[in-house]
């Protein structure tokens, strides 16, 4: 085994099989066509994407070529050009699916919107306007901070009908954090809301918006919509209300084609060193890798009410809230607040009121609900699910159970989704009218996808032996590029194995059974998952040394029964600092204040030292097995002092 860290103590093996009814109606219902179709999209990946482009999307001009695979870089359907937005909704008009719901909104406080994809296209073609009278050109980058509400929606389609390259940012992130991402990529504008509504509050993403820009020389305007009525400065000259811009706007707007390459959206994501990544997806082959798995791996229907809690800040929301969704013409409902407001049954009510036939959650939520407690679930029929999903990190077995029997009443399958920010669309799932399901494994790839467990040679490892995770073939959907750092993009995917330079590193560590399903055991690099968030200890640890108290800081992940990992941090303090709850306190507002809230440490430990190896690495994993509260195992001789652990073993 490679790395002490991947082990897997798995030991499920229940299987469920997808119902005969199920199958019958599935897009794909039989084991013989998953592998014939299978076997064709890696043996001859570009007669199998070639005629999937073909298919599945509405091109202005042809391309000339599938694929160009120069590792690290790959280049899709070179020559063609299409209209991203115009796939997602010019593409419905006039078919019996115009005055389809393509959006059904519920926000916190119980308003519903119906947004037909009538509707919508005339919404995007306003905007799209807006936008060509401020200026905004192809390729100008757009930043978006909104609640999840329609306009979020709406500001992403009108970017990419516009070729502006939209950077969504997820609403819990900070003023610092706004700043950084604007600065980065340079956006000449920002969408925000004046608030959107969290658990009975206002959160005040306008004043963020404020702090945020006082630093980024190049935005130009701010719009804002207008959500909560909380009170906001406008800044004369720069902020422009939504409303307003719109007064006047054209309802119809003639699209622009685009290169296939063109590049649709920068998503910042953690990584393992200190500064967020922009991961840069681009249009044709990034559409077409979500359209086709949301078609198989969601089993689409016209009849479908589908609903994802993931917010649109997360690549989730881009590719199945609005790309993969919207271009298949599904109906996706969206809902702007907690889960737990005003009771812990929202969801329940939602999915029985909207009759929702669809439900995609991550484990983190599926936990959080088996803790509030059964009765909340069941006064609510919940006879219009007929599909679960899950994604953002590995489900346990018991999450799964609880899943499939409180919320699937055992009748609705479930695809357990692994994927990531850079993959851009699903990677390994069941098929839900095929595949037989094993509790907290995602089982098998999906089409086009090669993922093999290997050790640090590239070599794969025998079945049922952990080792890291690695795709290797390119995929349309695959990440492009990070956002001006070309070469941190090969490092950090594609440097992981001398010799190999065409092997995409995930990051993950896995494990595959003795039927070849996969099991994804958790990050091996320095990146935490905490409800299903990803978080760079990197980036937690600047946060802390940036505070005047601290010295040293390292940031590590703990096994929490709710959060999948919670966030545990060492802090050694400057001397003559002391060590208090109230600085605690600080600590945990800084890092807030520094990143978002979603990044605040959930335990903070001050230490006298931290454990170094001699070379002065700070030696994470023995203070991983301090944070469990476990012995201190595995090889300590590369400690420079063990008096260290000793300390902070006392302290416990
Ligand atoms: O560690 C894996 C975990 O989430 C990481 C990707 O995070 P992010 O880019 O934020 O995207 C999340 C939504 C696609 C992966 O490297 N992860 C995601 N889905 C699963 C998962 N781990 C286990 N099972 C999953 N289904």
Known sequence: MPDQTITSVSREHRKFRPSAEFKAQANLGSEAAYKRLYAESVNSPEKFWDRQAKEQLVWRKPYKKVLKWKPPHAEWFLGGKLNVAENCL????????????????????????????????????????????????????????????????????????????????????????????????????????????????????????????????????????????????????????????????????????????????????????????????????????????????????????????????????????????????????????????????????????????????????????????????????????????????????????????????????????WWQTETGSIMISPLPGVTATTPGSGTRPFFGVVPKVVDDKCVEVPRNSGGKLVITQPWPSMLRTLWGDDDRYQRQYFSEFPGRPEVYFTGDGARQDKDGYFWIVGRIDDVLNVSGHRIGTAEVESALVSHPSVAEAAAVGRPDELKGQSLCVFVTLKAGQIASEQLKEQLRNHVGKEIGSLAKPDTIRFAAGLPKTRSGKIMRRILKEIASGGEVKGDTTTLEDFSVVAALQAED
């Open 90 to 417: 010019d593409r419905h008009l006039g078919t019996a699916r115009e005055n389809k719901a393509a959006l059904i909104f519920e926000g916190e406080p119980g308003d519903v919107r119906t947004i037909t994809y009538k509707q919508l296209h005339l919404h995007v073609c306003r905007l799209a306007h807006i936008f060509e009278n401020m200026g905004i050109t192809a390729g100008d980058r757009v930043a978006i901070y909104l609640p999840m509400i329609p306009e979020a929606v709406i500001a992403m389609l009108a970017c990419a009908r516009v070729g502006a390259v939209h950077t969504v940012i997820f609403g819990g992130f900070s003023a610092e954090s706004i700043k950084d991402r604007i600065n980065d990529c340079k956006a000449k504008l920002v969408i925000t809301a004046d608030g959107g509504w969290r658990r009975g509050k206002v959160i005040e993403l306008k004043a963020n918006v404020d702090k945020a820009v006082e630093n980024t020389p190049t935005v130009q305007t701010v719009i804002v919509v207008k959500r909560c009525g909380n009170a906001v400065t406008m800044r004369e000259g720069r902020d422009v209300w939504w409303k307003d811009a719109w007064d006047g706007a054209p309802n119809s707007h003639k699209a622009k084609a685009f290169d296939s390459e063109h590049p649709l959206f920068i998503l910042y994501t953690s990584g393992s060193t200190g500064k967020p990544k922009g991961v840069l997806h681009t249009s044709a082959g990034y559409l077409l890798g979500a359209k086709l798995s949301a078609h198989y791996v969601f089993d689409l229907k016209e009849t479908d009410r589908y609903f994802c809690s993931a917010d649109i800040g997360w690549i989730t929301g881009h590719s199945y809230v609005v790309y993969g969704m919207l271009s298949n013409g599904a109906t996706v409902f969206i809902y702007e607040g907690a889960p737990n407001q005003p009771e812990p049954d929202r969801f329940w009510q939602m999915i029985d009121r909207h009759s929702l036939t669809i439900l995609y959650t991550a484990p983190t939520a599926i936990r959080a609900f088996m803790r509030w407690g059964d009765n909340y679930v069941l006064r609510h029929r919940l006879d219009s699910l007929r599909l679960l999903g899950s994604v953002g990190e590995p489900i346990n077995p018991e999450a799964w159970m609880w899943y499939h029997t409180l919320i699937g009443k055992k009748r609705c399958p479930i695809v357990d989704t």
